[in-house]
């Protein structure tokens, strides 16, 4: 089992920043990729960003130029940073961690963490 827990979120004005931060604890000798996930009132959660163990980092482009992923692989630990917020970014986001297994990927969760962009 993996846990994860997220720090960080809250409220900020337009053109703020922010930043996660999630750690992971347990069995994490497998955890191949970890990332962000987000989800907006009467939305579909969406990935925001991820990045592997070896430090490639893909996002999506809705946040590219603006936010920034990194990994410390020694501490285990994943963050957001989150620039030049808008409105939109408003959402709970939700720390991710995949595990390879026999069977095929796993994923975990974080109990999310709440983002809001309003002035």
């Known amino acids: 089992q993996v846990q994860l827990v997220e720090s960080g979120g809250g409220l900020v004005q337009p053109g703020g920043s922010l930043r996660l931060s999630c750690a992971a604890s347990?069995?994490?000798?497998?955890?191949?990729?970890m990332g962000w996930y987000r989800q907006a009132p009467g939305k579909q959660r969406e990935s925001v960003a991820h990045?592997?163990?070896?430090?490639?980092?893909v996002y999506a482009d809705s946040v590219k130029g603006r936010f920034t992923i990194s990994r410390d692989n020694a501490k285990n630990t994943v963050d957001l940073h989150m620039n030049s917020l808008r409105p939109e970014d408003t959402a709970v986001y939700y720390c991710?961690?995949?595990?390879?297994?026999?069977?095929?990927?796993?994923?975990?969760w974080g109990q999310g963490t709440q983002v809001t962009v309003s002035s």
């Open positions: 990045i592997t163990s070896g430090g490639t980092a």
């Open positions: 347990g069995s994490i000798s497998n955890i191949y990729a």
């Open positions: 991710n961690a995949v595990e390879a297994t026999i069977t095929g990927p796993y994923d975990y």
